[in-house]
């Protein structure tokens, strides 16, 4: 079974910092691109970050500057590290990556993602 693990979250103080962690396991040929989204109480999901397998970024408006997204290819990991948070960015993280899973490759690419992990920045 193909698994994300996600790692990194927690409580943070405001203009604190952060490193969420996202793991891939299992039966995977490849994995394409990665994403970190996040949603918040009453907010609707949206994309915060992602990377491409040939290393291209995105960023939603409101954390570039402040977040970077990089990956592992090696690990087939993906890493979000979180700079100077801010209480709007309170929201449970999750992790999604577009893979071809099994051995051969043969399998069309498919969405996987994480169990999501709380990132709560308050004093």
């Known amino acids: 079974q193909v698994q994300l693990v996600e790692s990194g979250g927690g409580l943070v103080q405001p203009g604190g910092s952060l490193r969420l962690s996202c793991e891939t396991s299992g039966r995977i040929f490849s994995v394409n691109a990665m994403d970190w989204y996040r949603q918040a109480p009453g907010k609707q999901r949206e994309l915060v970050a992602g990377i491409t397998s040939g290393g291209k970024t995105n960023y939603a408006d409101s954390v570039k500057g402040r977040f970077t997204i990089s990956r592992d290819n090696a690990k087939n990991t993906v890493y979000l590290q979180m700079n100077s948070l801010k209480p709007e960015d309170t929201a449970v993280y999750y992790c999604?990556?577009?893979?071809?899973?099994?051995?051969?490759?043969?399998?069309?690419?498919?969405?996987?993602w994480g169990q999501g992990t709380q990132v709560t920045v308050s004093s």
């Open positions: 999604k990556a577009d893979l071809i899973p099994g051995y051969t490759g043969s399998a069309f690419s498919h969405d996987y």
